[in-house]
C-alpha cells in the first residue's frame, strides 16, 4: 500500500508501540498519574519511561545486584519500591531515580511489593516463605508475618488498608492484619502454586493466578469463592483489576494476556503479540491501556477500547521450530513447541489438518519427494510419517537415545536419515521404517542432516564444530569441513556442487561439495544462525537467526541483498517449485508461519508479504507512509516497527522510499 501523502487523521491500530529491552522483562507498574512507566528487567536495573510523547526513556535506576522482580510506584507517585534476587527491598526518588533506603531482612528472593494505600507502609513477599512490613519513610522493618509453607509469589493491600493477601507455592491464599501482621483466614482451591493475588479497587473481591492455569475470584470477606476463569494454557503469572474494577487482565506463560469480566468471569478479548512467557500485566490510570512485560524483552502496549475481538487465531501455540514446503509448492507444513505439526495453503495460510501424535517439541519436518508423506522429528526421541493428504498417522521411528534434531528424505524418497543429540545420524527405510546404517563419528550434537541431490552423499552439521560428509550407501566417512564454532544447519546447492553450513559463529560458510574446499564466508548475522536454505536456482541463500532477521544472499557475490527484521527465526524454506512472478519462501520465526514473495526487477528486488499465521496486529508489506498528513507520532512509531524490511548500510544498497519494502541494488 502506498500511504504517501495519505489523510490519517484519527487512525487508530488497536495497538501501541512497543518498547524493546535487552534483557528479560519481568515486571512493569505505571506512576499514580500515568505519566510513566517502571520497567524491571533481569538485568539488574529499572528503566522509566515518559509515557506522554514517544516512550522515551528518562531513567535507569541501579543497585541491586540481581534480577528486578517487581517495582512499583508509591500511591503519591513520589516513590518507587523495587524487589530483587539479591533479597533486598530498594527505595527510589520516582522523579530522579536517586537511590533511597535499602530494606534488608530477607534471606531469599524478594518476589512481590506492595504500597499501602496510605504510602505509610510497605509489605513484600519473599521465596523464604515470610511477608515483612517496612516503614516507607524511613525503612524501618516491622512485623515479620509468617505462616506460608513455602515460597511467597505474590502480595497485595486491600483499598481500605487494613488487610493484606498472599499467594504463595503452597497453593494457598492467606489474609492478614496490615497493622498487627495477625493471620486471618486461608482461601484455598487452587491445586498449583498461587503465582499472583490482587485486591479489585473496592476491596469487595480477590482475585489469584496459578500454576494450575486458572484466575479464581473470592469474595473478599468471607472468602468464598467466586467464578474461576479458565482458558489459558499454561501458568497463569500475573492479574490485575481495571481502575473501574469491572475488568481482569491475566498474562500467562502461554504468551497471551486475556482479558476478563470481573463480575461474571466471562471471557474477553485475548491480545496476541508476545512470543515468550509474560511475567506482568497491568492497566493504567486511565484505564485505556494495558502494558504487559515478557521474556521476549519486550514491553507490549494495549488499546483497550480497540481490543474488542476475542477472536482465537489460528496457528501454532508457541515457537515454531520447522517449516517446509511440499514438492508442488502448494502446501506449507509446520511443528513446534505445542508438539503439532501444522498444514497450510501456501498461497493464502488457509490452515489444513493438524497432526497430533508427538510428546513433545517437533523440531525438523520435511516432505518425501512424492509429497504423499510428511516426516517430522521431536525431542521425543522419535520420527513420526504422515499422510500429507489426510493428516493419517503412519510409522513411528525409534531407535535415538536422545533428542531428534533433523530429519531428511533421500531424492529417491527409499530413504530417511535422521540426526540426533546421541551424536548419530541414522537412515531408515522409508517404507517399512526399518532402522538402516547408524553414522558414528561426531563427537557432539548432530543439529542437521540432508542428502545430496544425486542421493550419493548425506552432509551432517554438529556442534562439534564439524560438517561431516558421508557415503548415502555404505555409510562410509568423506570429507569434514571445520567450523570455529558448533555447526547447526546444512544444506546442498540445487547443482549439488556446494554447501552451505550455518554456524553458532553467526556465518554461512560455502564450501565444494567435492572437495570440501572452504569457498566463501557470509558474515553478516549478529547471532546464531539456526538455518540455512539455497533458493531453486540456486543463486540466492536464505539464512534465519536468533539476531531477529532472515537474511537474503547473492551466491556467487556473497553480497546480502535483503534483510528482514521479525523475531527469533528457527527455520526457513524455499518453495521447490517453479511459479510465475517471483519466488517464494517460508518462515517460521517466534510462533509465527510467514510467507514471502520476491519479485526481481532490473533494479533490484522487491518484497513481498504474502500470509502470516496468527494475523491478529498490523502486518506492512510493501508500504510507504512518507509524508502521511496527520499521522500521529505513536502511529508513526508502530509502522515502522512492522515494517520488517531494513536498510543495509553498504555502498551498493538504498532503501528507495523511506519505510518501505523495496531494496535496490545499484
Known sequence: ?????????????????????????????????????????????????????????????????????????????????SGSGDRTVRLWDAHTGVPGHILRGHTDVVTSVAYSPSGYQI?????????????????????????????????????????????????????????TGKPGPILSGHTDEVTSVTYSPSGDEIASGSCDKTVRLWDAQT????????????????????????????????????????????????????????????FSPSGHQIASASWDEGVR????????????????????????????????????????????????????????????????????????QIASASWDETVRLWDAHTGAPGLILSGHTGYITSVAYSPSGHQIASASWDQTVRLWDAQSGTAGLILSGHTNVVASVTYSPSGHQIASASWDETVRLWDAHTGAPGPILSHNDGATSVAYSPSGSQIASACRDANVRLWDAQTGALDRILDDHDSWINSVAYSPDGRQIVSGSDDATVRLWDVDSGNCLIILEDREVGSVAWNPAAVLNGIYFAVGCGDFVRAWKIIEEEDGYQVR??????????????????????????????????????????????VKVSNALRVTAR
Open 1 to 81: 500500500a502506498k500511504l504517501d501523502n495519505a489523510q490519517m487523521s484519527g487512525a487508530d491500530f488497536g495497538e501501541w508501540p512497543h518498547l524493546k529491552e535487552e534483557n528479560y522483562v519481568f515486571f512493569c507498574a505505571y506512576s499514580p498519574d500515568g505519566m510513566t512507566l517502571a520497567v524491571s528487567l533481569y538485568n539488574k536495573i529499572i528503566n522509566i519511561y515518559d509515557t506522554t510523547g514517544n516512550w522515551v526513556k528518562i531513567h535507569t535506576l541501579r543497585g541491586h545486584t540481581d534480577s528486578v522482580e517487581t517495582a512499583i510506584y508509591s500511591p503519591s507517585g513520589h516513590q518507587i519500591a
Open 123 to 179: 509489605v513484600s513477599g519473599s521465596d523464604d516463605h515470610t511477608l515483612r512490613l517496612w516503614d516507607a519513610e524511613t525503612g524501618m522493618p516491622g512485623p515479620i508475618l509468617v505462616g506460608h509453607d513455602m515460597a511467597v509469589k505474590s502480595v497485595a493491600y486491600s483499598s481500605s488498608g487494613h488487610r493484606i493477601v498472599s499467594g504463595s507455592e503452597d497453593k494457598m491464599l492467606r489474609l492478614w492484619d496490615a497493622q
Open 223 to 282: 472468602g468464598a469463592h467466586g467464578p474461576i476463569l479458565e482458558g489459558h494454557s499454561s501458568t497463569v503469572f500475573r492479574v490485575a483489576y481495571s481502575p473501574s474494577g469491572r475488568q481482569i487482565a491475566s498474562a500467562s506463560l502461554d504468551r497471551t494476556v486475556r482479558l476478563w469480566d470481573a463480575q461474571s468471569g466471562a471471557p474477553g478479548p485475548i491480545l496476541n503479540g508476545h512470543n515468550d512467557w509474560i511475567r506482568g500485566v497491568t
Open 301 to 372: 502496549l494495549w488499546d483497550v477500547k480497540a481490543s474488542t475481538s476475542s477472536t482465537i487465531i489460528h496457528g501454532n501455540i508457541g515457537k515454531v521450530g520447522s517449516v517446509a514446503y511440499s514438492p508442488t509448492g502448494h502446501q506449507i507444513a509446520s511443528g513446534g513447541e505445542d508438539q503439532t505439526v501444522r498444514l497450510w495453503d501456501a498461497q493464502t495460510g488457509a490452515s489444513g489438518p493438524i497432526l497430533v501424535g508427538h510428546t513433545w517439541d517437533i523440531v525438523s519436518i520435511t516432505y518425501s519427494p512424492s509429497g504423499r
Open 609 to 654: 508479504l504474502l500470509w502470516s499465521s496468527k494475523q491478529d496486529r498490523p502486518s506492512i508489506s510493501n508500504s510507504s507512509f512518507l509524508n502521511a498528513q496527520d499521522l500521529s507520532n505513536i502511529g508513526m512509531q508502530l509502522l515502522k516497527q512492522y515494517t520488517p524490511v531494513k536498510e543495509i548500510p553498504i555502498p551498493w544498497v538504498t
